[in-house]
């Protein structure tokens, strides 16, 4: 492992820059669990906004920006040591893709790099047991099946290198991976690293689901790197990669958990007060269900991890973030058809008074052009709640919506327009291989089966907790030279 060194940042091209660069803000949507999150915003003095400008920073200042998601660190790729990481990888019954990873892995690892294959309790032991010898591998077997979860701690367990790679069997990292991955963690604050999980690349022959996948995976938290953080763009990271600071992980997943350990340990990671970082430098292919009915039941699946994780998690279980006047906003929008003027003059009377109570915190930290930038804060908070109240009214809270489109037509028109507006898009935005109509089917499906997984969960731990999708936030003032940011 090499010495600890603290991070350079770079501005990211995300970040809105206020106030001749005295004022930075970050987008307040999300792509990962954080939808309509907490929005960055970080005030300078003028020798950090003249640091920023120039380029790299390190620091606090650095720390301040990585933190508030406003930065990307600076990294550079660097050769593997095999003494500094070692590659978990728990299987079941998947001998074949087995050896199309192991032969992955000794093909752009070096040498010496040790590779401990968990199996848990596979039904062909033999055939797995024959794959692993004679890819130089080495054995841990379960008697009896355990969970994912609990593979991997059996394989932690073995690891004696600085760093872990958890690698599951149904992925196939892409040359460089760890090589781009490995230097993140030279940052002694830092856990966990991930990269970009893709679909496998397009083939002649794809069906609907396998060229809808290619285009938006539940795996894939996108092209743009975050610090992962509660309310953030990116909240958690997918399982299915993961290289991780030895030291960090304690006991490693709870074995309790069939689905969303992955989840689970970056939140107690997080609120233990280590750093976790998304990085789509560096990418693996996973290869996912393409028949209709195993796609929308691993999507269910996936769904059924919220109600547990909620009973774990309570200040991190909501799925849309709200700030007090844009539950007003919404309010007033929802009310339109009902209310007329009135609900729109709410609808007005929110934003007036969000700006206005933005200038004046902007103002009192010396903001020079203050009502600029409080409308950069404004309408990124506005546009994230009403994109991220659409698609909580059409994945986690399609239930609900449905009962409110059979009683009443102005409920069933705004469904309607929400989900084709939602659909159009997102089709814009991830440019599929795929129709804009299966396109669109296909995406309700997604969200139809999730939003099931979730209320099936809710039912078995006999908790609302995870179909409450709301939790309201008070807005924060800038983050100033102290690195604290108290509330205005």
């Known amino acids: 492992m090499r010495p600890p060194t603290e991070p350079l940042a770079t501005l990211s091209p995300r970040t809105h820059v206020c106030d001749g660069g005295r004022s930075l803000l970050g987008v307040a949507g999300g792509v990962a669990g954080g939808v309509g999150g907490e929005s960055g915003l970080v005030r300078l003095d003028d020798a950090e906004a003249a640091a920023v400008a120039a380029g790299p920073v390190g620091g606090e200042l650095a720390r301040r920006l990585l933190d508030a998601d406003l930065a990307d660190p600076l990294v550079t790729p660097r050769p593997v040591d095999a003494r500094e990481v070692s590659v978990v990888v728990p299987v079941r019954d998947d001998a074949v893709r087995l050896g199309r990873l192991l032969a992955a892995l000794r093909e752009d690892l070096p040498p010496g790099v040790e590779v401990v294959v968990v199996d848990d309790a596979s039904r062909a032991r033999g055939e797995v047991a024959a794959v692993v010898l004679a890819h130089g591998a080495r054995l841990v077997a379960h008697r009896r099946n355990r969970g994912p979860a609990a593979a991997r701690d059996s394989g932690l367990r073995e690891v004696t290198t600085p760093c872990v790679a958890f690698v599951d069997v149904d992925v196939v990292p892409e040359p460089g991976w760890l090589e781009r991955l490995l230097p993140h963690l030279d940052d002694p604050s830092l856990a966990v690293v991930a990269p970009r999980v893709l679909g496998p690349a397009a083939r002649p022959g794809d069906g609907a689901v396998a060229r809808y996948e290619q285009a938006r995976s539940s795996l894939d938290l996108g092209p743009a790197p975050a610090a992962v953080r509660a309310g953030g763009r990116v909240s958690y990271l997918p399982g299915a990669c993961l290289l ?29 007060g280590w750093r976790v970082r998304y990085e789509p430098g560096a990418h693996v292919r996973h290869e996912h269900r393409t028949g209709v009915a195993a796609w929308a039941g691993r999507k269910a699946f996936y769904g059924t991890s919220a109600a547990p994780l909620a009973a774990r998690h309570p200040q991190a279980a909501a799925s849309l973030v709200l700030r007090p006047w844009t539950v007003a906003l919404l309010g007033g929008l929802v009310g339109a058809p009902l209310l007329g003027r009135r609900a729109l003059a709410v609808t007005g009377a929110a934003a007036g008074l969000a700006l206005v109570g933005r200038t004046r915190g902007l103002r009192r930290d010396g903001s020079p052009r203050p009502v600029r930038a409080a409308a950069v804060v404004v309408l990124e908070e506005a546009v994230a709640a009403l994109w991220g109240s659409g698609s909580v009214l059409l994945r986690e809270q399609w239930p609900t919506a449905l009962l409110a489109a059979v009683v009443s037509r102005r409920a069933r028109r705004t469904v309607v327009v929400v989900g084709v507006l939602d659909a159009v898009a997102d089709h814009r935005r991830t440019g599929p291989r795929l ?45 100033g030279r102290g690195g604290a940011a108290p509330r205005w």
């Open 244 to 272: 991780a600071r030895t030291a960090a992980l304690g006991d490693g997943f709870d074995p309790r958990l069939r689905c969303g350990e992955d989840v689970d340990l970056v939140r107690r990671l997080l609120a233990a």
């Open 435 to 479: 129709g804009l109509l299966p396109y669109a089917a296909l995406r309700r499906l997604d969200d139809v089966a999730y939003g099931a997984g979730v209320w099936a969960g809710a039912l078995r731990e006999g908790s609302v907790r995870a179909l409450v999708p709301v939790r309201v936030s008070r807005p924060r003032r800038p983050t």
